[in-house]
């Protein structure tokens, strides 16, 4: 009797034992089904989302690279002189053209994108490129502004000892690039733009590797965009207080 009541007992270990493993066995089909639907997604998401990443990646390059490419040929004079020999630029019969036509319409011009690409690409480019860009083109207003500037007053005064200028340089150098800079007695210009294009470039490359991260830089961001905005309304609170286009023609 005993045996008997032992072996039904084994049978039913048994059969209580094959219908949980089945459960589990369809449990975990079932599991696995739903992440490869969620990896599926998430890859199709991810893939999508780095598409749009690299296109605002190239639409900074592109403005930056356009801004470069359009700068005034008097800024390879103020990048073989020393400061205290800026003034013979104003001398010279043959001093570029463009340095006449400065004004404050192609200042104001200079100060507004032509597009709003760039402010579009913000979303996936992130806030410490955004502000990259921002940093590089204040610099050359602010170089601009202040050529103008010194064209109305009859001498050209050294740009990088402009205040609104360190400011904004301050928080976009480190301070061995800052000391750097300080000790460069021409190329200064070149050096700038090169610098921050170098950081434009290595903060792209960790987008595009995925190394840096919502977060990244967005304190050193938010300083460098505020003294850019800063620098900006200055200059044009400036621009209001300054000679006319006529006055500064003459």
Do not use: C
């Amino acid at each position: 009797e005993y045996a008997e009541k032992l072996e039904k007992f084994r049978a039913r270990l048994k059969a209580e034992h094959e219908i949980a493993l089945e459960k589990i066995k369809t449990s975990n089909t079932q599991t696995q089904a739903v992440q490869a639907v969620a990896t599926a997604s998430l890859a199709t998401v991810h893939a999508a989302a780095q598409e749009k990443r690299l296109h605002a990646l190239e639409t900074f390059w592109k403005e930056t690279v356009q801004m470069r490419e359009g700068l005034p040929t008097y800024f390879l004079s103020l990048d073989i002189l020393r400061p205290h020999e800026y003034d013979y630029m104003l001398t010279k019969p043959d001093t570029d053209s463009a340095i006449a036509r400065l004004s404050h319409e192609i200042f104001a011009e200079n100060l507004e994108l032509k597009s709003i690409d760039v402010y579009e690409a913000r979303l996936y480019a992130g806030e410490y490129l955004f502000s990259l860009f921002w940093a590089y083109r204040a610099s050359i207003g602010r170089i601009k502004f202040l050529m103008m500037q010194g064209i109305g007053e009859g001498t050209i005064k050294d740009w990088a000892t402009d205040s609104g200028f360190l400011e904004l340089m301050g928080n976009v150098l480190s301070p061995q690039e800052v000391k750097r800079f300080d000790e460069l007695k021409i190329g200064r210009i070149n050096w700038l733009l090169n610098t921050i294009e170098g950081k434009m470039l290595s903060h792209s490359a960790k987008i595009i590797s995925g190394e840096a991260s919502a977060a990244f830089g967005l304190e050193q961001a938010s300083k460098i965009a505020a003294s850019a905005s800063q620098l900006e309304e200055e200059q044009r609170a400036q621009q209001q207080n300054s000679p006319d286009e006529s006055k500064v023609s003459r």
